[in-house]
């Protein structure tokens, strides 16, 4: 059984960063592309960024400059490095396997002052 959990999401004010994770257990993610989405209250769950396992990338304007993903195939964990936070980047955050519908619970992200 696949099963992808989400970890790292918190509280933080505009401008600071935090780290999410998505570990994941059931598949080895070397083989796979990896996404994150996030959903604000209200709004439809958004693209954030994928990562290819050729370690290609791609993100969303919104986030281009800002967020770095990245993956630790050892540890078979993704991961989403979040800097320069925005009040408007506050939402649930999804780690979920590329062209799978394949997702993980979702982890907070509040950035507020």
């Known amino acids: 059984q696949v099963q992808l959990v989400e970890s790292g999401g918190d509280l933080a004010l505009p401008g600071e960063s935090l780290r999410l994770s998505c570990t994941v257990s059931?598949?080895?993610?070397?083989?796979?592309?990896m996404e994150w989405y996030r959903q604000a209250p209200g709004e439809q769950r958004d693209f954030v960024a994928r990562?290819?396992?050729?370690?290609?990338?791609i993100y969303a304007d919104s986030v281009k400059g800002r967020f770095t993903i990245s993956r630790d195939n050892s540890k078979n964990t993704l991961y989403l490095q979040m800097n320069s936070l925005k009040p408007e980047d506050t939402a649930v955050y999804y780690c979920?396997?590329?062209?799978?519908?394949?997702w993980g619970q979702g982890t907070q992200v509040t950035v507020s002052s």
């Open positions: 979920k396997i590329f062209n799978s519908d394949t």
């Open positions: 059931g598949i080895a993610i070397s083989i796979l592309g």
């Open positions: 990562s290819y396992s050729n370690s290609k990338t």
